[in-house]
């Protein structure tokens, strides 16, 4: 192949960035790079290939069809590419950075040691944590690289995404109160018992609102909290319920011991989590990222839980991806 058919990498990656975001301003934001170097680039690609790729009069700017040609064929080639660079990579070399989003319950359960692991394993890593709305934003926005979330929040083709875990979701009570054998019981104690609930900036609020739709029930709010420490503790306190994922009870670990806690009676209903990174990113930094993450759970997090609240790791279940 002569010289002149190939198309350079640094030319593709910001014409792809400008063809997302269809600003020149906004693409050399995103690449930390002037206005102007970006028009050179798009500008250097367009003699290279003796296409128009943008129409630059309108605002935003639009593709040509050659332009969507090259948009649709060129997201493939750039992932391929950084795909082979890393595969031929000797394994055991460190990935030079990780900018790794954390949603809380992640961060507040595995979290400790799966950075502990990423730690050796990176030569600059950079962590960011949070309720999974604002994380998933911050991914979307190309400020972090890898977000390990609960929410399967990106159903297009510019996200991938790695298979966790899943947990069952939990009834919680105050110490005591026991189990419910049936659906009904369980009605009939919520009707009388104040319900805990996370605030609505939370995607575990949305989940279990709808798992209690999905039951029949339309239990009245009494509290709602930003954190499951406080969430876990009312419930207690306040001979309250609510419901939780055994990664959330864990965090509340003042509370943990004065709370029972069961699967919904009658239903089997899970809390998915994944490793998710935009399309075209390393595929190497999602798998080392997966791989410390189920070896954080599988080493630290699951005997922590068995030896303070016995039978507590049974609700988690490992996933291959």
Do not use: C
């Not at 050796?120 to 991914?139: D, F, I, N, W």
């Amino acid at each position: 192949m002569t010289e002149k058919k190939w198309i350079a990498n640094s030319l593709l990656r910001v014409f792809l960035i400008v063809s997302e975001v269809r600003y020149l301003k906004e693409a050399a934001h995103r690449l930390n790079q002037t206005p102007s170097a970006i028009s050179q680039s798009i500008k250097a690609l367009e003699v290279h290939l003796k296409v128009k790729l943008f129409e630059r009069d309108s605002r935003p700017m639009t593709l040509t069809a050659p332009g969507r040609r090259l948009y649709s064929q060129g997201q493939e080639l750039m992932r391929l590419s950084e795909s082979l660079y890393d595969e031929i990579q000797d394994e055991g070399k460190n990935l030079s950075s990780l900018r790794l989003g954390l949603s809380e319950s992640a961060a507040g359960s595995y979290g400790p040691w799966l950075i502990s692991d990423l730690k050796g394993k990176t030569h600059e890593l950079e962590v960011q944590s949070g309720l999974t709305y604002p994380m998933s934003r911050a991914l979307q926005a190309d400020k972090i690289d890898i977000l390990l979330s609960p929410e399967g929040l990106f159903e297009n083709n510019s996200f991938e995404r790695l298979d966790l875990l899943e947990e069952d979701f939990l009834v919680i009570v105050k110490k005591g109160r026991g189990k419910f054998s049936t659906l009904n019981e369980f009605q009939q104690f919520a009707l009388t018992h104040p319900l805990i609930e996370y605030n609505k900036q939370s995607s575990d609020r949305i989940q279990v609102d709808r798992i209690l739709r999905s039951i029949g029930m339309h239990a009245k709010v009494q509290t709602a909290v930003s954190t499951s420490y406080l969430l876990v503790g009312l419930v207690a306190e306040l001979d309250g319920w609510s419901i939780v994922t055994p990664t959330n009870l864990w965090t509340s670990s003042n509370f943990v011991q004065d709370v029972d806690f069961f699967t919904i009676p009658g239903r089997q209903m899970r809390r998915q989590s994944w490793i998710i990174g935009k399309s075209g990113a390393s595929n190497r930094m999602r798998t080392v990222v997966h791989a410390a993450a189920k070896k954080a759970i599988q080493d630290n997090l699951m005997p922590k839980m068995d030896k303070i609240v016995p039978g507590l790791s049974s609700f988690i279940h490992l996933l291959s991806h």
